[in-house]
């Protein structure tokens, strides 16, 4: 049962790295989502998808790219990472697109940019 | 615009103490409210929601919130903490017909103390 599953849970970059975090879910859900977490903040949306091949930009895109390739798979890229994105990264999933629906989290990647 | 405030970003209470946690949104249409909690080294899982069904909300393990909108509130309530409870909770309101507006407050941690 694993639900999302996020990889890596931990990495350090160096600025001007790039790097791409996984997303899988096996719940069949239509729609994935990428956050960020930083201290005092709550969460912040940074893309979504309503499908696959499908993505949008949330609240805090810039810097980020993302791509949803197969169903099941969301990931989110960092061309050239910045200290600015030290943050924790969550993935949800949801079986549906409406104002009322619940969100299944991954357990998050901690990202570090020195 | 919706948002959403978190009174309080540390709450403290001894085991077997009422819990009270704190939220107050902002909409210009009837909101649907969530309560999630973060649980350490954990991703968010969905506590309860309000979609205006019953003003009394029961969620997971013994937790409910009352949404009240003369006060625009939806305070979370658990009659008698346990030391399980220590987390980090989060209410987060969303209107119209996508997830994608769900907006998130900055969390409160709560500690139970023996």
């Known amino acids: 049962n694993a639900g999302v599953t996020q990889t890596p849970k931990f990495r350090v970059l160096k600025t001007g790295q790039s790097m791409t975090l996984l997303c899988a879910q096996d719940?069949?859900?239509?729609?994935m989502y990428w956050y960020r977490q930083d201290p005092g903040m709550g969460l912040r949306l940074i893309h979504y998808?309503?499908?696959?091949?499908?993505?949008a930009k949330g609240e805090v895109p810039d810097g980020y790219n993302v791509s949803r390739l197969k169903k099941q798979n969301f990931l989110l890229g960092l061309e050239s990472a910045a200290p600015s994105q030290t943050s924790v990264y969550f993935c949800?999933?949801?079986?549906?697109?409406?104002?009322?629906?619940?969100?299944?989290f991954g357990s998050g990647t901690q990202l570090s940019v020195l | 615009a919706q948002s959403v405030t978190q009174l309080g970003s540390h709450v403290s209470v001894s085991e077997g103490a009422l819990v009270l946690l704190r939220c107050n949104y902002s909409?210009?249409?009837?909101?649907?409210l969530f309560w999630y909690v973060q649980y350490p080294n954990q991703g968010l899982q969905l506590l309860l929601k309000?979609?205006?069904?019953?003003?009394l909300v029961k969620g997971i393990n013994g937790f409910e919130a009352e949404f009240k909108k003369s006060e625009t509130s939806f305070h979370l309530t658990k009659p008698s903490a346990h030391m399980s409870d220590a987390a980090e909770y989060f209410c987060?309101?969303?209107?119209?017909?996508?997830?994608?507006?769900?907006?998130f407050g900055k969390g409160t941690l709560l500690t139970v103390n023996p």
């Open positions: 949800a999933s949801s079986s549906r697109f409406g104002a009322n629906e619940k969100l299944f």
């Open positions: 909409s210009s249409v009837p909101p649907y």
């Open positions: 719940m069949n859900h239509e729609y």
């Open positions: 987060a309101v969303s209107r119209g017909g996508s997830n994608y507006k769900l907006t």
């Open positions: 309000y979609t205006s069904a019953a003003t």
């Open positions: 998808s309503v499908g696959e091949g499908t993505t």
